[in-house]
Nanobody, 128 residues
Framework: EVQLVESGGGLVQAGGSLRLSCAAS????????YGWFRQAPGKEREGVSW????????VYTDSLKGRFTISSDNAKNTVYLQMNSLKPEDTAVYYC?????????????????????WGQGTQVTVSS
């Protein structure tokens, strides 16, 4: 059974940092591209960042580029999202998802319902 398990969310003050983790199991890790998404209350889900672990390619939503960094540790089958200079508007549930046999750039253009697997989400709350 394929599982994606997110962790690392929490409550942080504006300007602070958090690192989210997404641990994958049950499938060949680098056969997939991985994306981080977020959904704030009352808003639609939005893509944040994507990575192709097989070659390290990364892609970001323009508005978040420079504050967020996606990375992977292929030996640990884990994808990370380092979030710096957090703002109250970053408050959301953050999800990890994987899609088979696409690059990060391709995955960025794929709708959420085309992803193969989703994690349960981790809450990030940024206080002002």
């Amino acid at each position: 059974e394929v599982q994606l398990v997110e962790s690392g969310g929490g409550l942080v003050q504006a300007g602070g940092s958090l690192r989210l983790s997404c641990a994958a199991s049950g499938a060949t890790f680098d056969d997939y591209a991985y994306g981080w998404f977020r959904q704030a209350p009352g808003k639609e889900r939005e893509g944040v960042s994507w990575i192709t672990p097989s070659d390290g390619t990364t892609v970001y939503t323009d508005s978040l580029k420079g504050r967020f960094t996606i990375s992977s540790d292929n030996a640990k089958n884990t994808v990370y999202l380092q979030m710096n200079s957090l703002k109250p508007e970053d408050t959301a549930v953050y999800y990890c998802a994987s899609v088979w046999s696409l690059t990060a750039t391709q995955a960025m253009g794929v709708p959420g319902n085309s992803y193969d697997y989703w994690g349960q989400g981790t809450q990030v709350t940024v206080s002002s």
